[in-house]
């Protein structure tokens, strides 16, 4: 296989979309291009352009052959970037003293901005760490991204099942006494029902 070639992209340059494709492996190692591979490597582009907002994105492929050389050639119509619309909080128990506004605060992304794939994946740990931190160890949390697509707008909805809240039981010191313990015991913040 002669070359890779990727046209119309602005938005995303051709290294990261030629990086890691099927095709490109096989032009590095001379091998004939395979049909199967190349639909699949149009999937991955798509999916480059979807982590990064772009869900409207069609890839086109061709092989071009000079001799017997082939040329890999990927037509790409980015279309718009979708926008985050808003950010949802659902499940977030009554006693607990974090708000929607807490855990939105989580995503990086302001509502307006091009949404990312990156910012949503980072505010998902951001979210469960607030949440497990509260009290609530056994803490789940559902993810998810809904994008118009018509609209170019995106909506992320974050769905808590905090569970139980969870307290200390009593608290041992083993292995040390006499004033050792003492001192020990005297620096453990933990309180029982804590």
Do not use: W
């Not at 979708?82 to 995503?107: M, N, Q, Y």
């Amino acid at each position: 296989m002669a070359a890779v070639e990727v046209h119309g992209n602005r938005a995303i340059d051709d290294d990261t979309l030629i990086d890691g494709l099927a095709l490109s492996r096989a032009q590095g190692a001379g091998r004939a291009p395979d049909p199967y591979e190349l639909g699949l490597d149009v999937q991955r582009i798509r999916g480059v352009y979807e982590r990064q907002g772009y869900f409207n994105t069609d890839v086109k492929s061709t092989l071009r052959y000079a001799g017997n050389a082939a040329t890999a050639v990927f037509a790409v119509d980015e279309g718009p970037r979708s926008r985050l619309l808003r950010v949802e909080v659902f499940g977030l128990p009554g006693d607990l003293t974090i708000s929607s506004a807490t855990v939105r605060s989580k995503v990086a992304t302001a509502d307006g901005e091009p949404f990312d794939y990156a910012a949503f994946e980072e505010a998902k740990a951001s979210v469960i760490e607030l949440v497990v931190n509260a009290g609530y160890a056994r803490a789940r949390l559902d993810a998810q991204v809904i994008a118009d697509r018509a609209r170019h707008l995106v909506v992320i909805r974050f769905m808590l099942d905090a569970g139980p809240r969870c307290v200390f039981g009593a608290v041992e010191l083993t292995g040390v006494d006499g004033e050792l313990a003492e001192a020990a015991r005297a620096r453990v913040a933990i309180q029982p029902e804590q």
